[in-house]
T-cell receptor, first 111, second 111 residues
Framework: DTAVSQTPKYLVTQMGNDKSIKCEQNLGHDTMYWYKQDSKKFLKIMFSYNNKELIINETVPNRFSPKSPDKAHLNLHINSLELGDSAVYFC??????????FGQGTRLTVV | DQQVKQNSPSLSVQEGRISILNCDYTNSMFDYFLWYKKYPAEGPTFLISISSIKDKNEDGRFTVFLNKSAKHLSLHIVPSQPGDSAVYFCAASAWGNQFYFGTGTSLTVIP
């Protein structure tokens, strides 16, 4: 039973499309995150949600929007996809300021 | 501005020897540090952590050392095993739940 699961694992789409990546955690954690790992392998935080409130929003284009229907889900919506959005996106969750648990990643390729 | 840095992108070590992975940080407010291990096509998994009130934490073959004055931490793996071959990420957090990651060090343990 996967603790943090994200779908799809691979996503290939054309420029200009709108897509979503789903994330669910069954750990009962209060905080969920989205990270982007770019071509330089740098893991950079995009968003985090704590009790359905956005508490961190780094300098991410507003084409990216997190949606949290409940505490166990944090989905990532991306509008008007660009070539530079190609990356691996990781969802994660944590309870306290201890370790975060990560999903397996979604490799997004924009063509 | 990268607050957590891993200056060695790769490291090769003979099986049975010690692996030492290094990490530097710039933010003096960081008070909790973690190491994650990542295999290809998987999400990062938590390995070991250390609070800033300690200078050493040991878990089996893995030991993390923290030098606050130098803003430096290191992960020692001894003895190294082929299964340890992976990318290792250093991460740090301050107040709140945001984790800042380094760019990772790819460790290859040669049988």
């Amino acid at each position: 039973d996967t603790a943090v699961s994200q779908t799809p694992k691979y996503l290939v789409t054309q420029m200009g499309n709108d897509k979503s990546i789903k994330c669910e955690q069954n750990l009962g954690h209060d905080t969920m995150y989205w990270y982007k790992q770019d071509s330089k392998k740098f893991l950079k935080i995009m968003f985090s949600y704590n009790n359905k409130e956005l508490i961190i929003n780094e300098t991410v284009p507003n084409r990216f929007s997190p949606k949290s229907p409940d505490k166990a889900h944090l989905n990532l919506h991306i509008n008007s996809l660009e070539l530079g959005d190609s990356a691996v996106y990781f969802c994660a969750s944590s309870q306290t300021r201890v370790e975060a648990f990560f999903g397996q990643g979604t490799r997004l390729t924009v063509v | 501005d990268q607050q957590v840095k891993q200056n060695s992108p790769s490291l090769s070590v003979q099986e049975g020897r010690i692996s030492i992975l290094n990490c530097d940080y710039t933010n003096s407010m960081f008070d909790y540090f973690l190491w994650y291990k990542k295999y290809p096509a998987e999400g990062p998994t938590f390995l070991i952590s250390i609070s800033s009130i300690k200078d050493k934490n040991e878990d089996g073959r893995f030991t993390v050392f923290l030098n606050k004055s130098a803003k430096h931490l290191s992960l020692h793996i001894v003895p190294s095993q082929p299964g340890d071959s992976a990318v290792y990420f250093c991460a740090a957090s301050a107040w709140g739940n945001q984790f800042y990651f380094g760019t990772g060090t790819s460790l290859t343990v040669i049988p």
